[in-house]
């Protein structure tokens, strides 16, 4: 069994989180899990990695202690990103490329447009302030929420609880505790 397997996928995860965390070792070719450690210790992963002699491949995310747990099981381990760590880096790399490249808003005035005179203007003006871009709906609700934060610090001030400022502005009770 262990001959068989040359690629893996290392991974941590919680046993209870934030306190308890373990290693899963997973056969990429079958997708099938192979081991759970109650560890994520460079020293107890490095000696796993050492069973399996005929490892070609690891992939993990980003962490060093794995890193160093692969390098001393075996150096001749290509070590690659796993998939989301790997589309994640692609799409970040690619946000901040079409960020720094294309303006956050781009308006085209209707004097600009080559319908103008043409009895199209209407259309412009019809359809304008209807379109679903992100920054439009991104200021539309920081809007909504500055009113709802104002109508909490003024029913605050009024003397009204925190649960009847719940009831009143439609939002949670733990929220109306988030408001200074």
């Known amino acids: 069994m262990k001959e ?13 989180k934030r306190r308890t965390y373990g290693t899963i070792m997973i056969d990429i070719d079958t997708h099938r899990i192979i081991d759970l450690l109650p560890s994520r210790e460079i020293r107890d992963v490095a000696e796993w990695l050492s069973s399996f002699p005929n490892l ?21 381990i290509i070590q690659i990103s796993d998939r989301f760590h790997l589309l994640k880096g692609l799409t970040d790399a690619a946000k901040t ?13 209707v004097s600009a447009s080559h319908y103008e005179g043409k009895g199209t203007a209407d259309y412009w003006e019809k359809e304008y302030g209807k379109e ?49």
């Open 97 to 109: 490329v079409i960020t720094f490249l294309v303006a956050a808003n781009i308006g085209i005035p």
């Open 4 to 16: 068989k397997i040359t690629k893996i996928c290392i991974d941590d995860f919680a046993f209870k």
């Open 56 to 76: 070609e491949i690891v992939s993990r995310d980003g962490s060093v202690s794995y890193n160093s747990a692969v390098n001393q099981a075996n150096a001749d």
């Open 132 to 180: 679903k871009f992100p920054t439009r709906e991104h200021t539309v609700n920081c809007e909504k929420k500055k009113r709802v934060i104002e109508k909490v610090l003024k029913l605050t001030k009024q003397g009204w609880t925190r649960t009847r400022i719940a009831e009143e502005t439609g939002i949670s009770y733990t929220t109306v505790t988030m408001v200074p």
